[in-house]
């Protein structure tokens, strides 16, 4: 498990350097919920409430960051509403962050050399990457780096933002046009509105949604076609 392993080191090199105490935890919580709704609608809230019950003879207090700015909050398993309630006597739990938006909160990173050497955002299981550099995770996160200059600093991205892979995401519910706005007043603040990476990320969020709904049947097909390939090809 190469990536595991280098994620496990990226835990260990930051406690060296901040001299913050790191704990790793391993869980199959994922694997349970994922057979009852969607994990960042209906689950990893949970997951992350299981944590802090696992922690509470250890801490007294437990930050968990935001997912969304206060402007843009949506039902989501994690929220400023519901994390707290699991704190009890031993343990306060903090919904912390919402006060900022996603590139805002790049921008406060952006100058820290140990961020920008371990920043990792993606989500994708790919093999010898930190982040794939192409979900939209990626492409949204190298968009706000980009747009303060910063890309080329951040070692675990590439170095180049390919403006014709964010015209292959879909806007496909409010959080992630939220984002997508967010990045668009990111990129015009820098005097980046006339630049490829602006005029992409302004395509897909013109873009009708019933075009959306078309390219997300195609790759859901594509998909299948292919599992169903590689089935046969294992018999």
Same mark, same amino acid.
């Given at each position: 498990?190469?990536?595991?392993?280098?994620?496990?080191?990226?835990?260990?090199?930051?406690?060296?350097?901040?001299?913050?105490?790191?704990?790793?935890?391993?869980?199959?919580?994922?694997?349970?919920?994922?057979?009852?709704?969607?994990?960042?609608?209906?689950?990893?809230?949970?997951?992350?409430?299981?944590?802090?019950?696992?922690?509470?003879?250890?801490?007294?207090?437990?930050?968990?960051?935001?997912?969304?700015?206060?402007?843009?909050?949506?039902?989501?398993?994690?929220?400023?509403?519901?994390?707290?309630?699991?704190?009890?006597?031993?343990?306060?739990?903090?919904?912390?962050?919402?006060?900022?938006?996603?590139? *805002?909160?790049?921008?406060?990173?952006?100058?820290?050399?140990?961020?920008?050497?371990?920043?990792?955002?993606?989500?994708?299981?790919?093999?010898?990457?930190?982040?794939?550099?192409?979900?939209?995770?990626?492409?949204?996160?190298?968009?706000?780096?980009?747009?303060?200059?910063?890309?080329?600093?951040?070692?675990?991205?590439?170095?180049?933002?390919?403006?014709?892979?964010?015209? *292959?995401?879909?806007?496909?519910?409010?959080?992630?046009?939220?984002?997508?706005?967010?990045?668009?007043?990111?990129?015009?603040?820098?005097?980046?509105?006339?630049?490829?990476?602006?005029?992409?990320?302004?395509?897909?969020?013109?873009?009708?949604?019933?075009?959306?709904?078309?390219?997300?049947?195609?790759?859901?097909?594509?998909?299948?076609?292919?599992?169903?390939?590689?089935?046969?090809?294992?018999?």
């Amino acid at each position: 498990m190469p990536r595991r392993n280098a994620i496990s080191a990226m835990g260990r090199a930051i406690s060296t350097s901040t001299g913050v105490r790191f704990i790793e935890i391993e869980t199959d919580c994922r694997r349970v919920v994922r057979d009852y709704g969607r994990w960042g609608l209906h689950g990893h809230g949970f997951g992350l409430g299981g944590i802090v019950r696992l922690l509470s003879d250890y801490l007294d207090r437990v930050y968990i960051p935001s997912s969304f700015d206060s402007a843009h909050l949506i039902p989501w398993s994690s929220h400023p509403d519901t994390d707290p309630l699991y704190s009890d006597e031993k343990v306060e739990v903090i919904h912390d962050g919402c006060e900022a938006t996603r590139a *805002q909160k790049i921008r406060s990173i952006s100058d820290s050399a140990l961020a920008l050497e371990h920043l990792r955002v993606c989500w994708e299981r790919v093999e010898g990457a930190y982040n794939c550099g192409v979900c939209e995770k990626c492409l949204r996160t190298m968009t706000s780096l980009y747009a303060l200059g910063k890309l080329e600093g951040a070692r675990t991205f590439p170095s180049r933002l390919d403006h014709f892979a964010i015209r *292959q995401l879909i806007i496909y519910d409010d959080s992630l046009a939220a984002f997508a706005l967010d990045n668009l007043d990111a990129l015009k603040s820098c005097g980046l509105g006339d630049s490829d990476v602006y005029k992409a990320w302004r395509y897909i969020v013109n873009r009708p949604e019933i075009c959306n709904i078309f390219i997300k049947k195609m790759r859901r097909s594509k998909a299948n076609i292919s599992r169903s390939i590689k089935k046969l090809l294992r018999t």
